[in-house]
């Protein structure tokens, strides 16, 4: 006898959602000149710098869970509108380190507070940013992404039949 589904499964869900959240800041950004993608950097970039990091492009993609390729070609694109300087690391040459320009600052700082307004208007059905249901939801967010996934093989028994 096989399950029926009785509604979406929980990872049509979490796709769902990222795709929701994508778009949203891709639109809530785009008038500041930045991606989504890009405002991750951005942010992220931001963030770290105000701890007193200069981080690799390296570094950045493990932050940000970004592929290092995409973090060096995005990177190359917010050089070339005045975001971010990119420089040789004087302890490993192989090494590119990422700096925000002040203009990339403003724009970080302004992008930042517009996606922060988003994320209030996501999480109000849950109470807003502050609220229990928001941290119990974090956390069982948190609790997935610590999860390591390994594919099995494509004519492995245990996957036939089953849907994403």
């Known amino acids: 006898m096989s399950k029926v589904s009785r509604g979406p499964t929980p990872g049509y869900l979490v796709w769902r959602l990222a ?6 800041v891709d639109r809530a950004v785009a008038p500041l000149g930045l991606t989504h993608a890009q405002y991750v950097l951005v942010a992220s970039l931001h963030g ?3 701890t007193g990091e200069r981080p690799s492009q390296r570094q950045l993609a493990d932050r940000t869970g970004l592929e290092a390729l ?19 690391d004087p302890r490993d040459p192989r090494a590119v380190q990422l700096v925000l ?4 600052q403003a724009v970080a700082r302004q992008a930042i507070a ?5 994320l209030q208007q996501l999480l109000e ?3 807003g940013l502050d609220a229990p249901r928001t941290r119990a939801f974090a956390d069982e967010l948190t609790t997935l992404l610590d999860t390591p996934l390994i594919p099995s093989a494509p004519n492995d028994e245990s996957t036939q039949g089953t849907t994403p």
């Open 125 to 127: 059905p849950l109470g």
């Open 19 to 24: 795709n929701k959240w994508r778009v949203a």
């Open 101 to 104: 320009t002040e203009q990339g």
């Open 114 to 118: 517009v996606v922060q307004e988003l």
């Open 70 to 88: 995409y973090v060096s070609k995005l990177a190359r694109a917010l050089e070339a509108a005045g975001r971010i300087e990119r420089t040789r």
């Open 48 to 50: 770290m710098q105000r």
